[in-house]
């Protein structure tokens, strides 16, 4: 499927169950979830990317990757995740979603070290989890293949954004240790 070991495979099934139980407990809905979710991908991107040249490759391949993805998760007649309570467009964004992507990049971070998974091993498994999010409204009925699709399109003119509020707010905590020390 969508990885190449069985860590890649535990990581994704925890992260997966770790997004359940925030949605479910704290009735989180679409918008909110995927707009953690979407901030959690630019934090994965920012810690791969070397250089800022390297950014407009790595959202390519980011979104190169996820189409598939998508479209597999379409074909599929099961739901990758327990239904949202709610498909409505985001309009602010709840302290509960907040912790979801909080929850999520510390996992994500934190498991990847403790396992010695590679960032890339994490990305995939990442990117699994976004496919499922993403298959989500089209599996409702309340977003066509081309939509969910011009979605992820959407994300090569965001990610770069989310990748550059990661790296300064990474400059801030630097600049603040050092301040500190």
Not at 72 to 81: D, F, N, T
Not at 142 to 162: K, Y
């Amino acid at each position: 499927m969508d990885f190449e070991s069985e860590r890649e495979a535990a990581l994704y099934s925890t992260l997966k169950q770790l997004l359940q139980n925030h949605v479910t407990s704290h009735t989180i809905a679409y918008h909110e979830t995927r707009a953690a979710c979407m901030s959690v991908l630019g934090y994965v991107l920012y810690v791969m990317c070397d250089t800022p040249e390297e950014t407009a490759g790595l959202v390519e391949s980011t979104i190169g990757e996820l189409y598939p993805r998508l479209r597999q998760r379409a074909e599929q007649g099961s739901l990758p995740l327990s239904p949202f309570h709610d498909y409505a467009p985001l309009t602010v964004m709840s302290d509960q979603a907040h912790d979801l992507g909080t929850a999520l990049a510390t996992y994500l971070a934190t498991s990847g070290i403790e396992y010695n998974m590679s960032v890339v091993a994490t990305w995939r498994a990442y990117l699994a989890l976004v496919a499922d999010i993403l298959v989500m409204p089209l599996h409702a009925g309340v977003q066509s293949l081309a939509e969910v699709e011009a979605d992820i399109m959407a994300l090569r003119g965001r990610l770069p954004a989310v990748m550059q509020m990661w790296g300064e707010a990474a400059a801030d905590g630097e600049q603040e240790d050092n301040e500190e020390a």
